[in-house]
């Protein structure tokens, strides 16, 4: 049995990545015994892995069609394994700036309602990460990790249930996001004090500075994006609540 579902769990990985970087075209694919023989594992393992694809939305199954690759708006994406395999491929423009608008949408009112219900507990964990952002200063990659996982701290301490159901698409979305934004030379260090921000309004139980304060972040997120990708890049957002000063003072000056 372990052994099946070892061989079942490789399998489902490989054309999971292969499906998401686009190795395996939208499409038909190859028939049951001839995946089973370039995969090296019998026809019932292959089945079940398609199973578990097809549970995903990455591929269907028919007795007249057989398997076929389905495109990319079927997928489950907000599945933390889909997640995982897409960001195997570099992401796109738009796949990005989507990632900005989910971002304003969920975490501002998160970092609101944590404010209120979070329990001391749960704000010393919120610390603790942003601790571990600290001390991964310097070290790329487990400065991103740290960063994902002091955002997945504040979600949960919203307590609200379906909140904390997004934590593994969120927490997915953000390591992939952050691995691009953390190119832009000083992106750790410039919003290291907008994490210490937050946390503070926190503890202090701030909900209208706290959303504020995600606000603020999320758009040295998207400058960070735009540094790395071009000043194009995300120019159809709408404008978000830390822009407003900047656009106030404008139109008073204009």
Not at 82 to 110: C, F, K, M, Q, Y
């Amino acid at each position: 049995m372990a052994r099946f579902k070892n061989l079942y769990g490789q399998v489902v990985d490989t054309l999971g990545r292969q499906i998401a970087t686009g190795q395996l075209p939208v499409g038909p694919m190859a028939s049951e015994p001839l995946l089973a023989e370039r995969y090296g594992v019998s026809r019932v393992v292959l089945r079940e892995a398609i199973k578990a694809l097809a549970a995903k939305g990455m591929v269907s199954v028919g007795p007249s069609i057989g398997t076929r690759v389905l495109p990319r708006d079927n997928w489950a994406l907000l599945d933390p394994q889909v997640l995982e395999w897409h960001g195997g491929s570099d992401l796109n423009h738009a796949t990005l700036a989507d990632l900005v608008e989910l971002r304003r949408i969920i975490e501002p009112e998160a970092a609101r309602l944590a404010a209120i219900r979070a329990t001391a507990e749960d704000l010393a964990g919120i610390r603790l990460a942003y601790l571990r952002m600290e001390a991964a200063l310097g070290d790329g990659e487990d400065y991103v990790l740290a960063d994902a996982g002091f955002h997945t701290a504040v979600l949960l301490a919203s307590h609200n249930q379906f909140l904390c159901q997004l934590r593994g698409a969120l927490q997915q979305l953000l390591r992939l996001g952050f691995s691009l934004s953390s190119r832009h030379p000083n992106a750790a260090a410039s919003t290291l004090p907008c994490h210490e921000a937050l946390l503070l309004c926190l503890e202090r139980r701030d909900g209208e500075a706290a959303a504020a304060a995600v606000h603020r972040l999320i758009a040295r997120n998207l400058g960070h994006f735009r540094g790395v990708l071009g000043e194009d890049f995300g120019r159809h957002l709408l404008p978000s609540p830390s822009d407003e000063p900047k656009n106030q003072e404008t139109a008073r000056h204009a």
